[in-house]
């Protein structure tokens, strides 16, 4: 069985802060975020260590000062005729929330998916940091726990880059200095919306040649798939029961588990933590014959974005009986998808597209974002579910003096899907984390355990 690379931290990534305007994709994260909440919600679990609260939250402000994406904010473009801007912000006290009550981990949890309701305004901050240092019975350990949440615009970073954020927050390497955009004077918004009006023209002519040239891109990637060079895209699966808006409560499940449970030489973490969610899904929705999964693929970063990934659909493949031959097919899927993904023909046609998307004006993209109707229905799905499946490095972080136990990410969820997973790992331990609403998953408690379940199948059928 081939073996499929994980998505990791890029602790090299070079995307740069010096050009201080928002690059169209993460702009249209930033408009899409008013329709469609989004923010990222990064867990981390420590021993409750021997360091004074207050002390650490002094730590915590002065690292947030010295890393560039905790320390800008969205500046919208004058008049919108120009793109959305980072400017310099100063992270205050107000950007960190102490929850001093003692918790139960039950209660922790409900307590973050609460939390879910009051996202980030990235214009005044990108970011905020919740703090329950008094956690008891959390997994991982005997003792009590501190639980640290960075919560974080999802147009700031992507998986990777919020995943490094964090890290540099709550480590203990030297920081360098930042690098963050300064604010702009008055003079030169208006210079801005000169230039803007100015090459209007211009940039319409560089849309349209552009347009033609990511369809010929286009056209030669589609001709490569029906010769059978590149793999075909997944296709799409009919709405099930868990494919709908969330209209009730929003619950957050977490199982933590040894990483060397999960990965053997025969397959990875994520396609044994796919082959498990189909089982569990399977049983779920009762009579599901045709499942697939949201997967999200890290890509190589474009130029001053913030965000560099994409979703591709993984077949999950319900009607095969056995584990280990299903485990082959997912991971066989998804093999398909990233050749598909990094094929140069794909590479090429996605480059020039976002070269065409770059000249587009930002009155016009942020026009078409208001035309998304969050209540629309789609016919189908890519994914049935979402699975973000990210490495958080070495365990090598704290928090009051404390080591971090494992680290949990909670995907978020969309108006045609109410169950979302996230598998993230932290030293030698993975944690799922399970996002459902109660308008599609009634009993959260019911699906993690049969979660739980399909996780120890799995490895029953490997060993």
């Given at each position: 069985m081939p073996r499929v690379r994980l998505p990791r931290v890029r602790p090299d990534d070079?995307?740069?802060?010096?050009?201080?305007?928002?690059?169209?994709?993460?702009?249209?994260?930033?408009?899409?975020?008013?329709?469609?909440?989004?923010?990222?919600?990064?867990?981390?679990?420590?021993?409750?260590?021997?360091?004074?609260?207050?002390?650490?939250?002094?730590?915590?402000?002065?690292?947030?000062?010295?890393?560039?994406?905790?320390?800008?904010?969205?500046?919208?473009?004058?008049?919108?005729?120009?793109?959305?801007?980072?400017?310099?912000?100063?992270?205050?006290?107000?950007?960190i929330s102490v929850h001093r009550s003692p918790l139960t981990w039950s209660e922790c949890l409900d307590a973050i998916a609460a939390s879910f309701e009051h996202q980030v305004d990235p214009r005044v901050s990108v970011w905020h940091l919740h703090l329950y240092p008094n956690v008891t019975d959390a997994p991982g350990g005997d003792g009590a726990a501190g639980v640290v949440v960075l919560q974080l615009s999802h147009a700031a970073a992507d998986g990777s880059l919020a995943s490094q954020t964090a890290r540099d927050l709550l480590g203990l390497h030297r920081l360098p200095p930042a690098r963050g955009c300064h604010s702009g004077s008055t003079a030169a918004e208006l210079k801005s919306v000169a230039r803007a009006v100015a090459t209007l023209p211009f940039q319409v002519a560089m849309l349209v040649r552009g347009g033609l040239r990511a369809r010929r891109d286009a056209e030669a990637l589609e001709r490569a798939t029906e010769s059978g060079s590149v793999p075909r895209p997944a296709q799409s699966r009919a709405l099930t029961t868990v494919d709908v808006a969330p209209a009730g409560r929003t619950s957050i499940r977490t199982i933590v588990l040894p990483k060397a449970e999960l990965q053997t030489s025969d397959t990875t973490v994520t396609t044994f933590a796919l082959t498990?969610?189909?089982?569990?899904?399977?049983?779920?929705?009762?009579?599901?014959?045709?499942?697939?999964?949201?997967?999200?693929?890290?890509?190589?970063?474009?130029?001053?974005?913030?965000?560099?990934?994409?979703?591709?659909?993984?077949?999950?493949?319900?009607?095969?009986?056995?584990?280990?031959?299903?485990?082959?097919?997912?991971?066989?899927?998804?093999?398909?998808?990233?050749?598909?993904?990094?094929?140069?023909?794909?590479t090429a046609a996605r480059?020039?597209?976002?070269?065409?998307?770059?000249?587009?004006?930002?009155?016009?993209?942020?026009?078409?974002?208001?035309?998304?109707?969050?209540?629309?229905?789609?016919?189908?799905?890519?994914?049935?579910?979402?699975?973000?499946s990210v490495s958080r490095g070495a365990a090598d972080l704290t928090f009051c003096g404390g080591s971090v136990r494992f680290t949990a990410g909670f995907p978020a969820l969309s108006p045609a899907m109410s169950l979302t997973h996230g598998i993230h790992g932290i030293g030698n331990t993975v944690t799922v984390g399970i996002t459902s609403n109660s308008a599609a998953v009634h009993d959260p408690d019911r699906y993690e355990a049969l979660l739980r379940d399909a996780f120890r199948e799995v490895r029953t059928a490997l060993t």
């Open positions: 070079k995307r740069s802060e010096r050009h201080c305007g928002l690059h169209p994709v993460d702009a249209r994260a930033h408009w899409m975020a008013a329709k469609i909440p989004s923010d990222q919600f990064l867990l981390y679990c420590f021993d409750r260590g021997p360091g004074d609260l207050d002390t650490e939250v002094r730590r915590l402000l002065e690292r947030s000062a010295r890393i560039d994406v905790l320390r800008t904010h969205i500046t919208d473009g004058p008049l919108r005729l120009t793109y959305p801007r980072w400017t310099a912000a100063q992270p205050g006290a107000g950007a498990a969610i189909s089982i569990a899904l399977q049983r779920f929705l009762g009579d599901a014959s045709d499942l697939a999964a949201e997967v999200t693929l890290a890509r190589a970063a474009r130029p001053d974005a913030r965000n560099n990934f994409g979703n591709v659909g993984v077949g999950l493949f319900p009607t095969e009986p056995d584990i280990r031959t299903r485990m082959l097919l997912i991971s066989q899927d998804l093999t398909a998808r990233r050749t598909r993904a990094n094929h140069p023909l794909s480059a020039s597209q976002d070269a065409a998307e770059t000249h587009v004006p930002a009155f016009l993209a942020e026009w078409g974002v208001a035309q998304f109707d969050p209540t629309a229905i789609p016919p189908t799905v890519t994914g049935n579910t979402v699975v973000s």
